[in-house]
T-cell receptor
């Protein structure tokens, strides 16, 4: 299995630009999570989906952030417009709820720098 | 409510010494507990998990953790540290539906030669 795939691995953009981060979960997993990691705030859950439906988006910092999951094998996290304080590493994770599993598998992350 | 406290943001041990990373949790339901490791510039990797079976859980790379309900703890240990263990370690507790995780702030382990 290829694991969780994220792209791009690095993104540098200017303030005000739109940024789109992409995630392909592990095949067959029914949960998908987006996290943000910074030195100041640690690891924060932004949003998660179950069977492509958003379940909890209470961690999304503001309306500039949006996430979609059009099908079971793809999700995007969009920031529009981006700001320097959005600079962070963004992780996608997926899990399988069946058989009392629940453990989350993380992707390698996207390091976002907004100048 | 669910939460995790990791005591000590930085822990330093000598190679060959015991590793002890502390995790205390708060949970409104019987918890599932997890330890993850993060190497520099990588994602988080599961070390071990407790899901209400045996209270002593063995994981990868020689790590183990013991669930102690009376102490609300799930400390991570390894008898003998190796240089390759240097990384950041995160403890997590699951929420009532078991799918949402609450992560601690992490503990960076430094291993001295």
């Amino acid at each position: 299995d290829a694991g969780v795939i994220q792209s791009p691995r690095h993104e540098v953009t200017e303030m005000g630009q739109e940024v789109t981060l992409r995630c392909k979960p592990i095949s067959g997993h029914d949960y998908l999570f987006w996290y943000r990691q910074t030195m100041m705030r640690g690891l924060e859950l932004l949003i998660y989906f179950n069977n492509n439906v958003p379940i909890d988006d209470s961690g999304m910092p503001e309306d500039r952030f949006s996430a979609k999951m059009p099908n079971a094998s793809f999700s995007t996290l969009k920031i529009q417009p981006s700001e320097p304080r959005d600079s962070a590493v963004y992780f996608c994770a997926s899990s399988l709820s069946a058989e009392n599993n629940y453990e989350q598998y993380f992707g390698p992350g996207t390091r976002l720098t907004v100048t | 409510a669910q939460s995790v406290t990791q005591l000590g943001s930085h822990v330093s041990v000598s190679e060959g010494a015991l590793v002890l990373l502390r995790c205390n949790y708060s949970s409104s339901v019987p918890p599932y507990l997890f330890w993850y490791v993060q190497y520099p510039n990588q994602g988080l990797q599961l070390l071990l998990k407790y899901t209400s079976a045996a209270t002593l859980v063995k994981g990868i790379n020689g790590f183990e953790a013991e669930f102690k309900k009376s102490e609300t703890s799930f400390h991570l240990t390894k008898p003998s540290a190796h240089m390759s263990d240097a990384a950041e370690y995160f403890c997590a507790v699951s929420g009532p539906n078991f799918n949402k995780f609450y992560f601690g702030s992490g503990t960076k382990l430094n291993v001295k030669p």
